[in-house]
């Protein structure tokens, strides 16, 4: 593998032939209305799934066009035992992600025999999280760490929930609290398992605090968070693309949609054509007026790219026909449609380091069970409080792929403090092979005299990503435009950068949001989809917040 290797790169399955005809037709042989949508991460596969279920669509009327050769967008997981593996990220998942759990009991698992809401639900009744080292101090593992909050924290954080957004406005949570509040574990545990940084969005923080408040209760042993099977491509992406697939949906890859024509007619705003480039060739497809585009706006992992065990992974430029640029194009000269700059240009407080482990000898997780006292899967992020990086790990179930050997095990990590060195290795985490990383991690765990025996055994993929946090950064009312701007026909925005009020960005759960809201306006079915969770109007879960802010 090269030390320049793009993500994108890496996980490109095979192209599929592209017939403009196949999307584009005479209008004379138009069965029905069709849909386009750009961007084949989980926000367009869950509009592709809600368009055929909800909204009577035939699954060979939608097309779904992509710039990669694989879909899934952020959720993605590649690799080979030989190779290594490879996952960007991951997603939390919980019981109140009402959007996520309604789209996927309809999809069956890839063996067929119960859906995978169902799945998920079974395997975490199973195996639920309980962590017994959320944080490791001096290497000693800390079982249901205290917040260590002052009353004036625990009243900032009162006030924030009750306060309007307005009031706020694009301050930044270190704007909200005295220094002193970041050097609590609450903020190590908060901002490790969200990625948070003090000067993200104080809108997002509060945001955060009322959607996940019943979570506040079990915080520091990670209850209530659920897990999938094997890792989210597997077990939510590849169910899905081969429902869709099955039910006809077009998917054209590698295909980078570069603008949208658009035209005004009755007064509404209406796409008339898409242009792309394929294969160094620009094109363009017809839309006509009652079909629909669907834009997943942005990307949390656009300009990714890879290291390996002897090369640190290279800070990417943006991508000339990607997201961000499609989106730049579309808001010039339309405020109603966003400001992406405010989201794209501050790669310094945006990005972070993600890492992957693949182990061909299980011996380290052994050590790490006897160390935190929590088997692979049960544990979830354990966050390594000394550490001048910030890093924190992951040990899943293992297998952790599907077609993962036995004897193979795979672990993930990432740095929110990547310009720092580390404490071990005399360089920033943004500058360090996959190598150095596993080394300062095996230090940090405390393994100093098995490092060359480990290392030996492992493969340390890191990942670097630009734009990875880029949605928290502070923003004004308009920043991120409505799901269906007002005055448009035949368009709506859809992913992490479109305005959903009340839900929080970063989440599986907010991408399939927005998708359920375009297709249910933009057909209108007269329907929405479930509502936000509202914790923080129920008395006991209030309560037992309290209680556990308090350390009770």
């Known amino acids: 593998m090269e030390s320049a290797t793009s993500a994108a790169e890496f996980i490109t399955d095979t192209v599929t032939e592209f017939d403009p005809d196949m999307i584009s037709p005479s209008h004379s042989d138009r069965g029905q209305r069709r849909a386009y949508l750009v961007g084949g991460g989980i926000a367009s596969l869950a509009a592709a799934a809600f368009m055929i279920r909800d909204g009577d669509f035939r699954g060979s009327e939608i097309t779904v066009l992509e710039s990669l050769g694989t879909l899934g967008g952020s959720l993605d997981g ?20 009402l959007c996520t759990f309604d789209l996927f009991g309809s999809i069956p698992t890839l063996g067929g025999d119960k859906t995978v809401t169902q799945e998920i639900i079974d395997w975490n009744d199973a195996l639920q999280t309980s962590a017994k080292s959320r944080l490791v101090r001096g290497g000693i593992a800390i079982t249901a760490p205290k917040f260590g909050l002052g009353e004036g924290d ?15 406005g694009n301050t930044s949570i270190a704007d909200q609290f005295d220094p002193s509040f970041f050097l609590t574990d609450f903020w190590l545990m908060w901002c490790t398992t969200f990625a948070f940084q003090p000067w993200h969005s104080a809108v997002e923080f509060k945001r955060y605090l009322v959607r996940f408040v019943h979570m506040v209760d079990g915080f520091n042993r990670l209850r209530g968070i659920l897990r999938t099977v094997y890792n989210q491509y597997d077990s939510m992406v590849r169910p899905l693309e081969k429902w869709l697939r099955d039910h006809g949906v077009v998917f054209v890859l590698d295909t980078a949609v570069t603008d949208l024509e658009l035209v005004e007619r009755d007064e509404l705003t209406c796409v008339s054509q898409i242009r792309y480039v394929r294969g160094g060739k620009a094109g363009a497809i017809r839309v006509e007026d009652d079909d629909l585009v669907m834009v997943t706006l942005g990307s949390m992992t656009e300009a990714s790219s890879l290291g390996d065990m002897d090369h640190p992974p290279p800070l990417g430029a943006r991508v000339e026909n990607g997201a961000w640029s499609l989106w730049r194009k579309l808001a010039a000269d339309r405020n109603d449609f966003g400001c992406p700059a405010v989201f794209a240009d501050h790669v310094e407080q945006s990005k972070w380091v993600s890492f992957t482990v693949t182990l061909r000898d299980p011996a380290l997780l052994h050590r790490i069970h006897d160390m935190t006292g929590n088997v692979p899967g049960e544990g979830g992020l354990m966050t390594f409080v000394d550490s001048n990086w910030l890093a924190s790990i992951v040990i899943p179930h293992q297998p952790h792929f599907l077609g993962q050997p036995d004897d193979v095990a795979v672990f993930w990590g990432y740095g929110l403090a990547v310009d720092r060195p580390g404490n071990f290795v005399a360089k920033p985490m943004s500058a360090c092979s996959g190598r150095e990383i596993l080394m300062e991690i095996l230090r940090h765990l405390g393994l100093d005299s098995d490092t060359d025996v480990i290392l030996d055994a492992a493969i340390c993929i890191p990942c670097m990503m630009p734009y990875i946090t880029s949605q928290f950064m502070p923003r004004e009312h308009g920043d991120r435009p409505e799901v269906v701007p007002l005055g448009t026909r035949n368009l709506a925005f859809i992913g992490q950068f479109c305005e ?20 249910y306006e933009l057909l209108d079915l007269g329907r929405e989809p479930p509502p936000v969770y509202h914790g923080a109007f129920d008395p006991r879960v209030l309560f037992k917040a309290f209680v556990a802010l308090h350390d009770l």
């Open 154 to 168: 625990i009243a900032t954080l009162s006030r924030l929930v009750l306060e309007p957004e307005g009031m706020l």
């Open 500 to 519: 959903l009020p009340e839900d929080v960005v970063f989440t599986v759960e907010y991408s399939i949001r927005s998708a359920q809201t375009a297709v």
């Open 78 to 97: 590649a690799g080979s035992p030989t190779t290594g593996y490879v996952l960007r990220g991951g997603r939390m998942l919980e019981s109140k992600y």
